[in-house]
């Protein structure tokens, strides 16, 4: 490379619970950068999950998106004229956007009537181990552990 790396943006934390990974995943779930209507439905979100589970709701929220973050992924490398599925460690900034990415994609394809109460549902089901962001963490490690012969090829 010519240049050198671009610095890292710095993420100011959220207003209400004052912390980063809320800002993140507000960010994520923005469309068109309306971002107050995103920390809207989060924060209805999260006040819906206190509810139902009497307990702290950012709490609830850190403990379902570790549960739905990849530990190893497969990436496909070509290998004399084959191509293999080799399973690797990912990053763990990567880790965290996969799980954000996964619990957001399957929030919105629910059928509650708000974006706040399907944000909610996936938030929930997460926390209990269970719904589809569950399940794509879950498909993602046993095809890994299926593909693990080839990880002698790791790049």
Aim: net charge positive; hydrophobic share 40%.
């Amino acid at each position: 490379m010519r240049k050198a790396r671009p610095k890292k943006r710095v993420i100011l934390p959220d207003p209400k619970f004052n912390d980063v990974l809320v800002t993140k995943f507000v960010n994520n779930i923005m469309l068109k950068g309306k971002k107050n209507t995103a920390f809207t439905i989060f924060y209805d979100a999260i006040d819906v999950v206190a509810e139902k589970t009497q307990e702290d709701g950012v709490e609830v929220f850190k403990k379902a998106l570790s549960n739905v973050t990849p530990q190893v992924e497969v990436r496909s490398r070509r290998i004399g004229g084959a191509t293999f599925q080799i399973p690797s460690e990912i990053k763990p900034g990567r880790k965290q956007m996969i799980g954000m990415k996964n619990l957001i994609t399957f929030a919105r394809k629910r059928h509650e009537k708000s974006m706040a109460g399907k944000l909610a549902g996936e938030i929930l089901a997460a926390y209990k181990e269970e719904g589809a962001a569950f399940k794509r963490k879950e498909d993602t490690h046993r095809m890994a552990d299926a593909n693990k012969a080839f990880s002698h090829f790791r790049f």
